[in-house]
């Protein structure tokens, strides 16, 4: 039995001053959250007319045409589910590997994933041309006998996004519990009922805190199989059709990478807006940045290798159908993304990352700016060519390019993404305080 579960009371009583710490950005709001919450709110009803407005005339406002009929859409719901991943993967494989840097760092991750699952999950009702019948995906009988087709890889995706947005909404529900019974006993009013509510009687009793680390450690072990599947099936919607560039053994591997890859990008540069708003030096140091540096330039090299296989075997295999795809992105109309995307996704980070004096807070923070930049762009690169680049040349009556709709729905999307997050960090620790307390007493959570 773990040191945490023999003695359970020191990683909450003791920490007082890391206590105060942590819950002062829940109970003081500045002005500039106030000015940013507006502003995300007013992005947000903008979206929100827009989506209506679509709703209400149609997908021809969008840029969509023959033969491209995925574009933005498409490309943010893929670049949403791919940040999820780092949140439980991420934070599950450092619980599970008992890495004891993971402390500050774990609960940040895991808010990520539901949020960008929440965000992502949105898309395909948003791409629908009537949204109102998207029930349509879920197994439901009826009179008429209408099931879904369960043979459509947009099936899966109902199936595999429902089962991770539960399975780590409870991930990142499990380690509040302490953290939540602490803030029930240091706040008042309506605050004092939400926490009550949501501790569910947790007082840090010996068995309370057995099953607690039990369930944790279930949790850790299952999201990670739960979240590998579920950017596989993401990959599936692409290589289960017989699309130019798109039907391709390599996909479940190269897009779980990819995911992996943007996902802890996205927790790098959260990690250091977190720092520098909320002035939490003292929690999330340099170290973890380093850390996480590294798995990046880890990431980083993996996804030179398997985009260097991809077009390697694509222009060695000389189809002309796949070879319409390969040349629009390496010399023709996508070259410019695409070299872009090279420069985002390796140039630029590699030495970030790779060279030690390099690999501070600042150069992780550009690196994984860059790499969010560049991991959109694979995305787009994915979608569009593929499909702009049909076997048959007279369907090729229309190159794709974004009308207004779809390019403010991305960013109002952007934004209620940034606004849950904001949320979030008012109304609980972003930073676990009982897992910080057991560190500092050398009471490590697992065994």
Known sequence: MSAAISHPAPAVVDEKNAAAALLRPMRYTSLAYRRMTLLLLMVIGWGMFCFIYQAMVGLGVTGLRRPVFWGFFVTDFVFWIGISHAGTLISAILRLTNATWRYPVTRAAEAITV???????????????????????????????????????????????STYLTASSL?????????????????????HRLYRFLAMSWQGTQIQWRRLELAIQLMAAVVIGIAVSVHTIVSWDFAMSIVPSWH??????????????????????IMAILRRVYHLEDY?????????????????????????????????????????????????????????????NFIIPFPLLAIRRLRTIRGTVIASS??????????????????ANQRLSFNNWYGYYPHWTEISLSLATLCAMALLYMLFTKLFPIISIWELGAAKHNAPVSE
Not at 130 to 144: D, I, N, Q, V
Not at 322 to 340: C, N, Q
Not at 370 to 387: D, K, N, S
């Open 370 to 387: 860059t790499i969010l930049v560049g991991m959109w762009l694979e995305r787009f690169l994915i979608v569009v060519p593929g499909a």
């Open 284 to 344: 999330l140091q340099p170290k973890h940045f380093s850390n996480l540096g590294k798995l990046l330039l880890t990431m980083t090299l993996l996804w030179g290798y398997f985009v260097t296989a991809e077009m390697i075997t694509t222009w060695y295999g000389n189809l002309p159908d796949e070879m319409g795809t390969f040349w629009s992105k390496v010399s023709g109309h996508y070259a410019g993304l695409f070299w872009v995307m090279v420069l985002c």
């Open 171 to 191: 991930y990142l529900f499990l380690p509040l519990l302490p953290d939540l019974a602490l803030a029930r006993d240091r706040s008042r009013g309506w605050r």
């Open 115 to 161: 949020f960008a699952l929440m965000i992502g999950g949105l898309f395909p009702i948003i791409h629908l041309g009537r949204p109102w019948l998207f029930y349509w995906l879920a197994p439901y009988p009826s009179e008429r006998l209408i099931w879904p087709n369960f043979r459509s890889p947009l099936e899966w995706d109902f199936f595999a996004i």
């Open 248 to 269: 391709s053994t390599i996909f479940g591997p190269y897009f779980v990478a990819g995911a992996i890859f943007s996902g802890i990008a996205a927790l790098i540069v």
